[in-house]
C-alpha cells in the first residue's frame, strides 16, 4: 500500500469513527438524560455527523481524482526503443492474477517485467494485442512509453548476443 493510499485509509476511518461518536452523541441528545444537557448536545451531534459525511465524501472524490491522475502520469514521458528480454508476463482480473487462457474476465489488465540490457527491471501495463507477443525469457524490441508497453517485437539477433547461445 502507498503512502498516499495509507493517508486515505486513515482519514476514511476518522471520518466513520466521527460519525458513529456523532450517531451516539444524537442518540444521548435524544434521551431524557440529554434533555437536561440543552440543545447544545443535539446541536454537535448533527454538527459532527454532518461533518464526518462531508469529509468522507471528499476523500472518496480526492482518491478517485488522483488516481485517474496518476494513470496519465504512467503513460507520459517520450516514447522509447529499448532492447529488452521479457521476464515475466501475467494477467489480472480486478487486482486477481489469472490464467492468461481464462474467457469471461471483467476488469483484465495485462502486465510485463521487461529486464534491459545493463540489468535493470521494468514493469510495464500493456494491451492484449501486445502480451500475445510477449513471451517468457525472449529478446527484442519495446517500444516503452512511461509504464506503458505500446509494442513488442522479438529479435533473434538479439536473443544470440544477450543468451550466450
Avoid: N
Avoid at 17 to 44: D, E, K, M, Q, R
Avoid at 96 to 109: A, I, M, Q, T, Y
Avoid at 114 to 139: F, K, N, Q, Y
Amino acid at each position: 500500500m502507498s503512502t498516499f493510499d495509507s493517508k486515505m485509509a486513515t482519514a476514511m476511518t476518522v471520518c466513520i469513527v466521527l460519525f458513529f461518536i456523532g450517531v451516539i452523541t444524537l442518540l444521548i441528545a435524544v434521551s431524557p438524560f440529554g434533555l437536561v444537557l440543552g440543545t447544545g448536545l443535539l446541536v454537535g451531534s448533527i454538527l459532527l455527523m454532518g461533518l464526518s459525511v462531508l469529509m468522507f465524501g471528499i476523500c472518496l472524490t480526492v482518491g478517485a481524482a488522483t488516481r485517474s491522475a496518476s494513470v496519465a502520469k504512467a503513460r507520459s514521458g517520450p516514447k522509447q526503443r529499448i532492447a529488452a528480454k521479457i521476464d515475466r508476463v501475467w494477467v489480472t482480473d480486478r487486482g486477481r492474477v489469472v490464467s492468461p487462457e481464462e474467457v469471461d474476465l471483467k476488469s483484465p489488465g495485462y502486465h510485463v517485467v521487461l529486464m534491459t540490457v545493463d540489468g535493470r527491471s521494468h514493469e510495464c501495463d500493456t494491451a492484449p494485442e501486445v502480451i500475445r507477443e510477449c513471451v517468457e525469457g525472449s529478446w527484442g524490441w519495446a517500444e516503452v512509453q512511461g509504464d506503458w508497453l505500446g509494442s513488442y517485437m522479438r529479435d533473434p539477433q538479439l536473443y544470440m548476443q544477450y543468451s550466450g547461445r
